[in-house]
């Protein structure tokens, strides 16, 4: 049994993680201020015996007691409606956040993952993007003050491995989606899903010709514990290859809602990515993985769960 702290465990994909070791049997330490999550997302397990959970904000320094065996770095707003009205919060917490879970890891010799991101490719001059590109970033645009934590929190935990010898572990996480994302958080999959089932215009940004790749929760949690018991420090990209625009995505969605929403257009936020598709190939050569949930499948997980909140 090992003792795993999560940062950010209160959030989307924190609060499966917590499950998810929970499961395997170990203990869990959730570490969140509930900036963009909530204690709903913990609620299925809160009362596990094997779980803690504590409320604290990782910009300042993380006190723990007793051993801990492994660090996951997740705290970080996520979406870009959270970090463009959170600009000083997501900087903070991926640079002075990121210093003090790899200080707790240093102090415990614990193993340390961090939740980095497909946005450190920015707005990608090369697609499908390999873990050795090296980005297009805009460091004073609105996104950059996401973009360019999550690169500071990358050359930080570099620099934990090299100086301080700390085993370290960097996924780069592709739009990933399911059950738990928090229906207003302004992100494409919550937004165009509750406007469907709402039956409000599905609010297209652009012409709707930029693309994404979705993952779908499950295959991003398999994806993880594998990365866990892989020996490899530089940066894996996790992510499902299959790209689709954003128009394509809104029709999916009305499609698998049977929604009559209209589609409405919106102006396209500055600097968003035209293109986003992940390749995979360290992935699939060093963990032996690749998603298994078809996107309709795991689209039909995502609309049940927020149907039921929507009525709830
Ligand atoms: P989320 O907003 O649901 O979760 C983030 C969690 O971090 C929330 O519970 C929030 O309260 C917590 N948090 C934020 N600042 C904190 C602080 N200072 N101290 C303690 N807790 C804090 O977002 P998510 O989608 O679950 O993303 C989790 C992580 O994965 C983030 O680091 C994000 O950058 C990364 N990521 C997510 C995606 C994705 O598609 N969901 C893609 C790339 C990277
Ligand atoms: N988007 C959109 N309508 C929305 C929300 C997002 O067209 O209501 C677009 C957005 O401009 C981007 C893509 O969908 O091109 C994915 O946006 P999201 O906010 O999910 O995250 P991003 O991939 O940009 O980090």
Partial sequence: MARVLITGGAGFIGSHLCESFLERGDEVICVDNFLTGSRDNVLPF?????????????????????????????????????????????????????????????????????????????????????????????????????DEAKRFAEAMTMAYHRYHGLDTRIVRIFNT?????????????????????????????????QTRSFLYIADLIRGIHRLLEAEDHLPVNLGNPHEITVMEFAKKILELTGSKSPIVYKPLPQDDPQVRQPDIAKARQLLGWEPEVQLEEGLARTISYFSQHLRG
Avoid: C
């Avoid at 990608?124 to 590109?133: C, G, I, K, S, T």
């Fill in 46 to 146: 809160a009362a596990h015996e094997r779980f803690t959970l504590i409320d604290h904000n990782v910009t300042q320094f993380i006190e723990v007691g007793g051993p801990v065996d492994r660090i996951l770095h997740f705290a970080s707003p996520a979406s870009p409606v959270d970090y463009l009205e959170l600009p000083i919060p997501t900087l903070k917490v991926g640079s002075l956040g990121t210093h003090n879970a790899l200080g707790l890891a240093k102090a415990k010799k614990a193993l340390f993952l961090l939740a980095s991101t497909s946005e450190v490719y920015g707005d990608p001059l090369v697609r499908p993007q390999r873990e050795d590109y090296w980005g297009n970033v805009n460091p004073v645009g609105p996104r950059g003050v996401y």
């Fill in 177 to 209: 989606y399911g059950p738990r994302m928090r229906m207003k958080d302004g992100r494409v999959v919550p937004n165009f899903i509750t406007q469907a089932l709402k039956g409000e215009g599905l609010t297209v940004y652009g012409t709707g010709s």
